[in-house]
């Protein structure tokens, strides 16, 4: 004896209660239950035998289980490559590599919300097919998520948690990239914020802040008219 009521709130018993006097019902339940956990149990078993061979495959340097890029079909590797099955290796989309270096050049010199807004302005598209960050033009988080911190950029991929070296052709050096990724920390720790027009000037400047809501203290420049205070 279960002992049990069960309320069901979405699918196709949305609204039914079944209760413990429901035995056959019920044993029609458990028999589902059961039989949805033994699949459960064969997928994931699949998944796990999927992704064990896949890493013996990386760790061999066979990279077969890739395929070429195809019109209007997804792929599982970045924008800027490309997949040669007769050599087993990837090979680089020049005019999208090109953009990657030139946006790291950028990335810098200038913070991504200026890259973006130059990019927008010259028309270049979003060339990143998949993701939260799809967009028609490159953004702020397209650049940050999947070009600047892009490892990928390096030659590298990582596979459940494991880093492999060399899979893909590199196109930034170790240098660059650490480079970059000062200056963003540093534009990170010390924004840069306009100060008013004429000769005002904050000589504190993006390091003040409210105590009390975190903000940035800004000078507001405000005319005092003398005429409405008498």
């Not at 049990?4 to 699918?11: H, K, M, N, Q, S």
């Not at 395929?67 to 590797?77: A, C, D, I, V």
């Amino acid at each position: 004896d279960l002992g049990l009521t069960i309320a069901f709130t979405e699918g196709d018993w949305n609204g039914d209660v079944i209760k413990e006097k429901d035995r056959g019902i019920l044993g029609q339940l458990e028999r589902s239950l059961e039989a949805a956990s033994w699949e459960w149990e064969k997928l994931q078993k699949r998944v796990k035998g999927h992704h064990k061979k896949t890493l013996k495959m990386m760790m061999d340097g066979d990279l077969s289980f890739f395929k070429p890029r195809k019109k209007g079909k997804k792929t599982n590797y970045n924008f800027w490559l490309d997949f040669d099955e007769n050599t087993n290796t990837f090979f680089l989309i020049k005019e999208k590599a090109d953009l990657v270096k030139r946006i790291f050049n950028m990335a810098e010199t200038i913070g991504m919300k200026s890259i973006a807004r130059i990019l927008r302005e010259e028309g270049i598209k979003n060339p990143v097919e998949w993701g939260r960050t799809k967009s028609k033009y490159l953004t702020r988080a397209v650049i940050d998520q999947d070009i600047l911190r892009c490892r990928a950029v390096l030659g590298e991929r990582e596979h459940r948690g494991v880093v492999y070296k060399g899979v893909y052709p590199a196109i930034i050096t170790p240098e660059q990239f650490d480079l970059v990724q000062a200056a963003i920390q540093k534009r990170r720790l010390t924004p840069t914020i306009a100060s008013p027009e004429k000769d005002v000037v904050n000589l504190f400047q993006g390091v003040s802040f409210c105590a009390h809501c975190g903000g940035r203290m800004v000078v507001v420049r405000k005319s005092r008219d003398i005429s409405e205070e008498k």
